[in-house]
C-alpha cells in the first residue's frame, strides 16, 4: 500500500515538474512566435502578459480551499518580476528561442550561485571549474562573430536573467508561495503604465488578436498556471534538484523553436549550451554534496 502511494506521488511529481519545464519553454516559444510574425510589439506583449498573469493567479487564489493571511507586500520583488517580464519581451525582437533561453536561465542560475559566494557559501574545486565553465560557456555565445546573438538582445535577456534570479531568492523559504507570486504579478502590473516609456525604443505600438491572444496565453496559462504547477512539483523536490531540472528548459526552447519556428540550431549554440548547462550541473551536484 505505501509503495503504490509512493509510487503515485513519484509518478505525479515527474509530471507536474515536466508539465512546468514545458510551459517555461514555452513562455519563450509564445513570446518570439508573437514578435516574429509581428503579432503585436514587445511591449504590449509584456502588458499583456503581466495583467493576464495577475488575473490568473487571483483568480486561483480566491478559488482554492484555504485562505491565506496578509503579507507584508514586497516591492522589490514585484519591480524585478516587471523588469524580467519587459527585457524578456524586448530580446526576443531579435533572438530565437534557444539562444534566448539559454541566456536567461545561463543568467538566473549564475545570479543565485553568486548571491552564494557572497553570502558565505563553500564551493569547492569542481563547482568554481563548473562555474568558470558556465560563464565561458555565456561569453562564447555572445562574443563577436556570425553566428553570435545580437549584443542588444543579448545583453537585455541577460538582464531579465539577473531580474529573475533575484526574483527567486526573494521567493526562498515563503510559507505561501502561491500568494506571494499572486501579489507579485498584481504589484507588477500596477507598473504597466511605466512601459509606456518604452515606446521611445519601441517606436510605435501595434498588436492584432493573434498577438492578444499569444500575450494572455503566455500570462494566464505559461505563466500564471504554469507556476501553480511548478509549486506543486517543488513541495516534493530537493532545492538541487529543483534547480538542476530547470536546466532542460534552453534544450526544450531549442528545440521547439526548430519544430515551430523553423529556427536552427547551430554550432555555437550546441557548444554554449553544453559548457553552459554541464557548468552548472557540476555546480549544483557540488552544493547537494557540500550541504
Given at each position: ?8 506521488l ?6 507536474f ?13 509564445l ?11 514587445p ?7 503581466l ?20 503579507r507584508?507586500?514586497?516591492?522589490l ?11 524578456f ?29 557572497r553570502?558565505?557559501?563553500?564551493f ?7 562555474l568558470?565553465?558556465a ?16 549584443l542588444?538582445?543579448?545583453a ?5 536573467g ?24 498584481a504589484?507588477a502590473?500596477l ?9 521611445i ?14 500575450s ?25 534538484r529543483a534547480?538542476?531540472?530547470q ?26 549550451s ?18
Amino acid at each position: 500500500m505505501h509503495e503504490t502511494r509512493g509510487g503515485l506521488l513519484i509518478l505525479q511529481t515527474t509530471v507536474f515538474t515536466t508539465l512546468a519545464m514545458l510551459a517555461f519553454a514555452a513562455n519563450s516559444l509564445l513570446c518570439r512566435f508573437a514578435l516574429q510574425r509581428h503579432e503585436i510589439d514587445p511591449v504590449s506583449f509584456a502588458a499583456i502578459r503581466l495583467v493576464s498573469g495577475a488575473i490568473m493567479l487571483a483568480v486561483i487564489v480566491r478559488l482554492r480551499p484555504e485562505r491565506s493571511s496578509p503579507r507584508h507586500a514586497d516591492w522589490l520583488a514585484a519591480t524585478m518580476l516587471f523588469a524580467y517580464v519587459a527585457f524578456f519581451s524586448f530580446a526576443y525582437l531579435t533572438l530565437s528561442a534557444g539562444t534566448g533561453a539559454l541566456i536567461l536561465f545561463g543568467a538566473v542560475q549564475l545570479t543565485m550561485l553568486s548571491v552564494g559566494v557572497r553570502s558565505g557559501e563553500k564551493f569547492g574545486y569542481v563547482a568554481w571549474f563548473g562555474l568558470a565553465l558556465a560563464v565561458a560557456g555565456l561569453c562564447y555565445l555572445v562574443s563577436p562573430g556570425i553566428a553570435a546573438p545580437p549584443l542588444l538582445g543579448a545583453a537585455s535577456m541577460a538582464i531579465a536573467g539577473v531580474a529573475w534570479g533575484v526574483y527567486s531568492l526573494r521567493g526562498r523559504r515563503l510559507t505561501d508561495p502561491l500568494a506571494a507570486a499572486a501579489g507579485n504579478f498584481a504589484r507588477a502590473a500596477l507598473l504597466v503604465p511605466l512601459l509606456s516609456l518604452l515606446f521611445i525604443v519601441n517606436a510605435r505600438a501595434y498588436t492584432d488578436a493573434a498577438g492578444v491572444a499569444l500575450s494572455v496565453a503566455s500570462g494566464a496559462l505559461t505563466s500564471g498556471i504554469g507556476y501553480v504547477i511548478w509549486y506543486a512539483a517543488l513541495s516534493r523536490l530537493s532545492a538541487m534538484r529543483a534547480a538542476t531540472v530547470q536546466l532542460s528548459v534552453p534544450l526544450i526552447a531549442a528545440f521547439g523553436g526548430v519544430l515551430f519556428l523553423s529556427e536552427a540550431i547551430t554550432p555555437r549554440l550546441i557548444v554554449a549550451s553544453t559548457a553552459i548547462l554541464g557548468g552548472i550541473a557540476m555546480v549544483m551536484t557540488s552544493r547537494s554534496r557540500n550541504h
